[in-house]
Structure formats: structure tokens, C-alpha cells
T-cell receptor
Framework: AQSVAQPEDQVNVAEGNPLTVKCTYS??????LFWYVQYPNRGLQFLLK??????LVKGSYGFEAEFNKSQTSFHLKKPSALVSDSALYFC?????????????FGKGTKLSVIP | DADVTQTPRNRITKTGKRIMLECSQT?????MYWYRQDPGLGLRLIYY???????NKGEISDGYSVSRQAQAKFSLSLESAIPNQTALYFC??????????????FGPGTRLTVT
């Protein structure tokens, strides 16, 4: 079985400060990892993914995430938060390999950037 | 995302009624998915389809059925709606690839209330 944990239901950060949204995962084997963002009354939008290679992945809107295999983590980061970054963020994992096609999402973390 | 559309966007129905949610996409993707989102639970996969003749159950398929009428259309049915099916429903699409994992593209969602 595969699972994702987002330990913080909500993260508050001041505009201009760095932000981190945490994600840890559990899979038997190597993972594909994703971050999606959901703005109010909208569907999810893809931010970035880790497939293989460089552990630091850069994505849309200045976001990046670091894959840490030993800690089974894939935390989302941004050097300087904007008010417009306020949204619900989801981490997702899928096991690499044939016969495993389901993407498992975390419960989501609400990010609030305070002006 | 205008490339993935869902109808209706909002629906209120009574317990025991049959209801169909529709999803259409213009992205030309082979793979389509239905998820439900509940507060605090993230997204959970209901059904997924890799092509017109390939439909698979997801994590929570009980009480739901699907139909893949064409590459571009994937419908979700609740045969006899019950109140705990009240949720936000998302359709998503993706493109298969032989190397890695492609991201999913989500529709705007259908908010379903069962009274």
C-alpha cells in the first residue's frame, strides 16, 4: 500500500518570508511524487513532480521541492511567499512499476500568506 | 481548466435518486479519472479508465458506476444516491508515457449535495 502524510492542516506565513509545506510518503519501492495546488472553487493544478534524477525539482510559480529518499519526504518550498500563493496544497505519490496506476493524495495543507 | 469540463457544476438531489455527472476533455488524453474530495480527506480515486475498453475500480468504487462513451467522455453515475455521497467530484485526464509519469489535468469540479 502507498500513503502520503501532510502533517500540517494549515500553514501561516508572512508575505515575503520563505514557506515550506511538508510531505512524507510511504511506498514499497521507488516513488513518483507530485505537488498540486487548489485555489478556491477551482480544480487542482499541477505544480511540479519528481520522477528521477536531481533531488531538487523546480516547478511553476517559483515553487520547488526536494526529494529526500532517506527521510521519505518531498517538502514544497518557496523562497518568498506571495499573498496569491494562499491556497490548498496537495502532495501525491504513485509507486513506480507495472500494475500500479493509482495516485494517492495527501489530505491537503491550507497555506495562508499574511500581507 | 477549460480543456476538461464537468457538468453540472452544482447539483442537489434527494436520497435514492439516480444521478449522472459528466466529464468531457479536449486534450486528446487516453486516461481519465473520477475522484471525490471531502474536507480533511483529500482526494480519493473512484474509477479510472485507460481507454474506452479499459475501466478499473479505484479506492472507493462502491455505490458508483462509470461509462466511457468515447475517448473524450467519461461519466460517473450514482445509482441510488445517499447523503454520505455529498462531496466535491473531480474528473481528471492524463497522457500515458513510456518513461516516467505525466501529470493529471483536473476539471473544475461538481459539487453534489444529497439530501
Amino acid at each position: 500500500a502507498q500513503s502520503v502524510a501532510q502533517p500540517e492542516d494549515q500553514v501561516n506565513v508572512a508575505e515575503g518570508n520563505p514557506l515550506t509545506v511538508k510531505c512524507t510518503y510511504s511506498v514499497s519501492g521507488n516513488p513518483y511524487l507530485f505537488w498540486y495546488v487548489q485555489y478556491p472553487n477551482r480544480g487542482l493544478q499541477f505544480l511540479l513532480k519528481y520522477i528521477t534524477g536531481d533531488n531538487l525539482v523546480k516547478g511553476s510559480y517559483g515553487f520547488e521541492a526536494e526529494f529526500n529518499k532517506s527521510q521519505t519526504s518531498f517538502h514544497l518550498k518557496k523562497p518568498s511567499a506571495l499573498v496569491s500563493d494562499s491556497a490548498l496544497y496537495f502532495c501525491a505519490v504513485r509507486k513506480i512499476g507495472a500494475g500500479s496506476y493509482q495516485l494517492t493524495f495527501g489530505k491537503g495543507t491550507k497555506l495562508s500568506v499574511i500581507p | 481548466d477549460a480543456d476538461v469540463t464537468q457538468t453540472p457544476r452544482n447539483r442537489i438531489t434527494k436520497t435514492g435518486k439516480r444521478i449522472m455527472l459528466e466529464c468531457s476533455q479536449t486534450k486528446g488524453h487516453d486516461r481519465m479519472y473520477w475522484y471525490r474530495q471531502d474536507p480533511g480527506l483529500g482526494l480519493r480515486l473512484i474509477y479510472y479508465s485507460f481507454d474506452v475498453k479499459d475501466i478499473n475500480k479505484g479506492e472507493i468504487s462502491d455505490g458508483y458506476s462509470v461509462s466511457r462513451q468515447a475517448q473524450a467522455k467519461f461519466s460517473l453515475s450514482l445509482e441510488s444516491a445517499i447523503p454520505n455521497q455529498t462531496a466535491l467530484y473531480f474528473c481528471a485526464t492524463s497522457d500515458p508515457t513510456s518513461g516516467g509519469e505525466r501529470e493529471q489535468y483536473f476539471g473544475p469540479g461538481t459539487r453534489l449535495t444529497v439530501t
